[in-house]
DNA sequence: ATAATATATGAATATATGTTCATACATTTA
DNA sequence: TAAATGTATGAACATATATTCATATATTAT
């Protein structure tokens, strides 16, 4: 494994990336997301939220590249963008639920 | 794979604990970390930060369990507190290096 | 006990972030 | 084209967060 220390710029990116998963209301869309693809109506009913508020967090969620998204008709479908995801909420339950 | 969405209280946890490597002096910190033990003035000098900047965040580390510590007469030595904590680092760095 | 060394903590300040309101943009239907 | 539907965006506000300064606490050495 190499144990050197990133540079300024992919530390900074790697920081935006992982603080990108440290709000409840994203780890709610992100859950949801794990089951299936859905458009931003569903994810609002479902998590009752805000339509623009989870507008916000998924421009977010795109940016970071959390999720891909695809237009159909008048909606927009989001999914998880890839493995890495997943994988990364697996491993923070699993460290949450460790005894302490 | 389980698939349902964790309950308030767990989401809240884990929201903290994966916000926690948000922020690049934090990571710069648990990047040296992962090479081996240090203490407190070592990690300063190492990264060129303040004692009183790297002991408040290793405040949060501590309490986030990203790191354990051990005393040794006047000095405190930190690590990391499991694998948990290598796995979330490497599957960061593999998200943000591949091309967009 | 006093001084020296190592680390931690509280308050203050500047900056970042999440949600809401108002509104814009895009696509489809009438 | 106008209305309806679905989504996105900008500004504003309240709250959270990172760093610094001043100082406290703990351990060792004199």
Redesign the pocket.
């Known amino acids: 494994m190499n144990k050197t220390i990133p540079v300024d710029e992919e530390l900074i990116d790697l920081a935006e990336f992982l603080?990108t998963f440290?709000?409840p209301?994203r780890l709610r869309i992100l859950f949801l997301l794990r089951r299936r693809e859905l458009?931003?109506?569903a994810i609002s009913d479902e998590l009752s939220?805000?339509?623009?508020?989870v507008?916000?967090?998924?421009?977010?969620l795109r940016h970071l590249r959390l999720v891909r998204?695809r237009?159909e008709?008048?909606?927009?479908f989001y999914r998880l963008n890839d493995d890495h995801i997943e994988q990364i909420l697996e491993i923070g339950m699993q460290h949450i639920q460790e005894q302490v």
Chains 1, 2 share one sequence.
Request: charged residues 20%.
């Open positions: 603080r440290g709000d209301t458009g931003v109506q939220l805000q339509q623009t508020t507008s916000h967090q998924l421009k977010l998204y237009k008709g008048r909606g927009v």
